[in-house]
C-alpha cells in the first residue's frame, strides 16, 4: 500500500551544526506534508508543514524542503540544541480533516 | 492553540479486562477524531478515523469489536480496549482534525497488560 518512510534511522549530529532529516514518500495524490517531533512518552509536536504548491518553507530554525518530482520531503535544523534531540516524523495527507500518513521515524541524536 | 487533553498517561490492566481511554478538546470542537497505536521505536499507525455522532472507520487488519470507539459529542472521544491481552500493550494516541490543515496530538496513554 501507500507508505512514507525514511533513509536514515538514526542521526548523530555535534551541538551547533545542522540536521538535515530525510524522508521518501510514495502517494502522488497527498497535497499536504507535516513534521512532528516526540519525545519519549509524548504525543507529537508539530514543528512545520508544507502544502504541494509550495518547494520551502521555513520557521524558525527549521526549513522544510519538498521535491515533489522525486517525492522528497526534508527538514532541515539550523544549530541543532540538546533539546532538538527526539524523534522526528514525516507525515503526508491529503487535507480536509484527512488521515494522515506517518513515515517510519529518525531518532535525532545531539552530542555535546 | 487547540489542545486535546489524553486521559489516563498511563495504565495498568489484567489480561482480559478492559480499559478505556479518553481524549478531550478543550478549546476547539473535534468533528473528527483520529485513533493511533504506537509500538516502541515504530511508528504512528492509524487505527480508525471517528466522526462525532457516527460510526469510526477502522483502518484494515484493526478489529473493530475489540477496539471500541465512541465520539458522541464534538469534545469527546474514547477508545475502549475490550478483553485486552499483553500484546495489546501499546502506546496510544488521539489527534483532532483542528481545521482543513490542522491537527492537534493527544499526550498519549501507554498501556500495558499483565
Known amino acids: 500500500g501507500e507508505s512514507v518512510g525514511l533513509h536514515l534511522p538514526t542521526l548523530s549530529v555535534q551541538e551547533g551544526d545542522n540536521s538535515i532529516i530525510n524522508c521518501a514518500y510514495s502517494?502522488?495524490?497527498?497535497?499536504?506534508f507535516i513534521w512532528y517531533k516526540q519525545e519519549s512518552g509524548k504525543g507529537p509536536q508539530f514543528i512545520i508543514d508544507i502544502r504541494s504548491n509550495m518547494d520551502k518553507r521555513q520557521g524558525q530554525r527549521v526549513t522544510v524542503l519538498l521535491n515533489k518530482t522525486v517525492k522528497h520531503l526534508s527538514l532541515q535544523i539550523a544549530a541543532t540544541q540538546p533539546g532538538d534531540s527526539a524523534v522526528y516524523f514525516c507525515?503526508?495527507?491529503?487535507?480536509?480533516?484527512?488521515?494522515?500518513?506517518f513515515g517510519t521515524g529518525t531518532q535525532l541524536k545531539v552530542e555535546l | 492553540g487547540a489542545v486535546v487533553s489524553q486521559h489516563p498517561s498511563w495504565v495498568i490492566c489484567k489480561s482480559g479486562t478492559s480499559v478505556k481511554i479518553e481524549c478531550r478538546s478543550l478549546?476547539?470542537?473535534?468533528?473528527?477524531m483520529f485513533w493511533y497505536r504506537q509500538f516502541p521505536k515504530q511508528s504512528l499507525m492509524l487505527m480508525a478515523t471517528?466522526?462525532?455522532?457516527?460510526?469510526?472507520?477502522?483502518e484494515q487488519g484493526v478489529e473493530k469489536d475489540k477496539f471500541l470507539i465512541n465520539h458522541a459529542s464534538l469534545t469527546l472521544s474514547t477508545l475502549t480496549v475490550t478483553s485486552a491481552h499483553p500484546e495489546d500493550s501499546s502506546f496510544y494516541i488521539c489527534?483532532?482534525?483542528?481545521?482543513?490543515?490542522?491537527?492537534?496530538f493527544g499526550s498519549g496513554t501507554r498501556l500495558t497488560v499483565v
Open positions: 471517528s466522526n462525532e455522532g457516527s460510526k469510526a472507520t477502522y
Open positions: 502517494n502522488s495524490a497527498s497535497d499536504y
Open positions: 507525515a503526508e495527507g491529503g487535507g480536509g480533516g484527512n488521515k494522515l500518513t
Open positions: 489527534s483532532g482534525a483542528v481545521s482543513t490543515y490542522g491537527y492537534t
Open positions: 478549546d476547539f470542537q473535534a468533528t473528527t
